[in-house]
């Protein structure tokens, strides 16, 4: 399965500022996805990155909010615009060959807003 | 109609029990039904999965079991370990809806000695 690499880690950031987290993977993959993982919460689907296209977001996040960038098979960003406390979460990529196979995630971005 | 549902919550075993997690969901397109495992500070990591055309699939000490006709499915662990404390999530996509995987609300496991 695919091996990504997710940076930063962890990060503290200050309210109105923005945060751009990466995901690389080692290999093209068809499929990338970002989640938001609350504290204790279960997975919510933030939007699905298409490659050379505008990403398709799930309701409740917009574009302004949470733009999404997939310049290729293998990378993506999603940054979180004018942070506030609420946006403090964890923040996952995955990735996956195709529908219905299984879907690799990253070990995440823990965000905290001050 | 998007929804799975989990449960329970919570569950406690002792070391050498089975431990069983249920999951329920509406939308009869979902075909594909996978169970991710996660450990505190690590990204959920698939376990095991099923596709609606069997009604169970076995993995070592795990297995899915699943019934269409209920809409249900479910996560048996035999012999548990403390090894498998972690929370496990259930999930389920469509290949009519470009796969993306709606979770379970996930459930956590403590096997104890």
């Known amino acids: 399965s695919a091996v990504i690499s997710q940076k930063p880690s962890r990060d503290i950031c200050q309210r109105g500022t923005s945060l751009t987290i990466q995901c690389q993977v080692d290999?093209?993959?068809?499929?990338m996805f970002w989640y938001r993982q609350q504290p204790g919460q279960s997975l919510t689907l933030i939007a699905t990155a298409n490659q050379g296209s505008e990403a398709t977001y799930e309701s409740g996040f917009v574009i302004d909010k949470f733009p999404i960038s997939r310049p290729n098979l293998t990378f993506s960003t999603l940054t979180v615009s004018n942070m506030s406390p609420e946006d403090s979460s964890i923040y996952l990529c995955?990735?996956?060959?195709?529908?219905?196979?299984?879907?690799?995630f990253g070990s995440g971005t823990r965000l905290t807003v001050v | 109609q998007q929804q799975v549902k989990q449960s329970p919550q919570s569950l406690i075993v002792q070391k050498g029990g089975i431990s069983i997690i249920n999951c329920a969901y509406e939308?009869?397109?979902?075909?594909?039904f996978p169970w991710y495992q996660q450990f505190p500070g690590k990204g959920p990591a698939l376990l095991i999965a099923i596709r609606p055309d069997v009604s169970e699939k076995k993995e070592g000490r795990f297995t899915i079991s699943f019934n269409k006709s209920a809409k249900q499915f479910s996560l048996h662990i035999m012999d548990s370990q403390p090894g498998d404390s972690a929370t496990y999530f259930c999930a389920a996509s469509s290949s009519s809806n470009t796969g993306k995987l709606i979770f379970g609300q996930g459930t956590t496991l403590q096997v104890k000695p």
């Open positions: 939308n009869t397109a979902f075909d594909y």
């Open positions: 290999s093209q993959v068809t499929m």
């Open positions: 995955s990735v996956g060959m195709g529908i219905g196979y299984g879907y690799t």
